[in-house]
């Protein structure tokens, strides 16, 4: 996938769909493609964080304590609250299929964070998405 | 020299306690009292409905406020006290009835006012998003234990 063609996907992943048309393209230029075989583990829950994933194609699992609580799919985009935290990985994540995905590092962020309004947005935005999910599956429990 | 309006110096001290603004410097708490508003209610008045929508976020200047729940009243909230930040940013429904129990005066800060502080003032969005990351780790604390014990229970 081009630079041209990452932008193109960024525009419909949730966390960066506000983000300015320099921002993506920034990001786009800055990501680095990677892939993972079915049942690779793409980061262990208390492993530090450097860097979030969007998935361009495939499934990621991720895991609490071992148990798969979320499937990730294409345009899904996880990681980013041990980024933000600056914290070791609150879950963590094995690719459920062959995974092709984006890996932003927390450089990247760190700076479009500092710069720019509508990503700031978009976080608070995922930060309280995510709680409600936890929230509502704590219920179920 | 802008003029200094102590009351709203003072709202502004008082917010300062609160987690999701208490990384906050006083001139950007003075900004985000600027965009709310003080009210005085009398006793025995509803502010917010349990299960209605969650349109502003409560500071508790004086008087006394009533949390309760299906009824059953959990906590009250006095001076310094406030309730509803979480709901307005999760944009989740009122998990109480908020009730004054005393003749009351408030600090309202509608969601409204909220989200174009946080488009518009990185200081703002960098408070709630340590804000918001901090209710996160604990929610994950409590689905995990909850989680563990549930397992514990089949076995």
Known sequence: MNTTERVFFLKNVPLFARLSLPGQARIAALAEETSFRPGETLFRQGDPADCLYVI?????????????????????????????????????AR?????????????????????SAELRLAVV?????????IRARTRTL | VE????????VATRLADRPLFDRLAIETLYAVVGAGEIRAICSGQVLCEQ??????????????????ADGERRITRTAGQGFGELEVLTDELRPETARTIADTECFVLPREAIERL???????ANAAVA?????????????SQRRKAAQEAVR
Do not use: W
């Open chain 1, 56 to 92: 361009l194609d495939g499934e990621v699992a991720i895991l609490l304590d071992g148990h798969e609580i979320n499937r990730m799919k294409a345009g899904e985009s996880f990681g980013e609250v041990a980024v933000l935290n600056r914290g070791p990985r609150t879950a963590g």
């Open chain 1, 95 to 115: 690719a459920a299929t062959d995974v092709l995905a984006l890996r932003i590092d927390r450089a990247t962020i760190a700076d479009l964070i500092a710069t």
């Open chain 1, 125 to 133: 935005n995922e930060l309280t998405s995510r709680i409600r999910g």
């Open chain 2, 3 to 10: 003029h200094i309006d102590p009351r709203r110096l003072h």
């Open chain 2, 51 to 68: 299960g209605a929508s969650a349109d502003a976020c409560y500071l508790v200047l004086s008087g006394e406020v009533e949390l309760a």
């Open chain 2, 118 to 124: 946080i488009a518009g003032d990185a200081n703002v």
């Open chain 2, 131 to 143: 804000y918001l990351l901090e209710t996160l780790r604990t929610a994950s604390e409590q689905e």
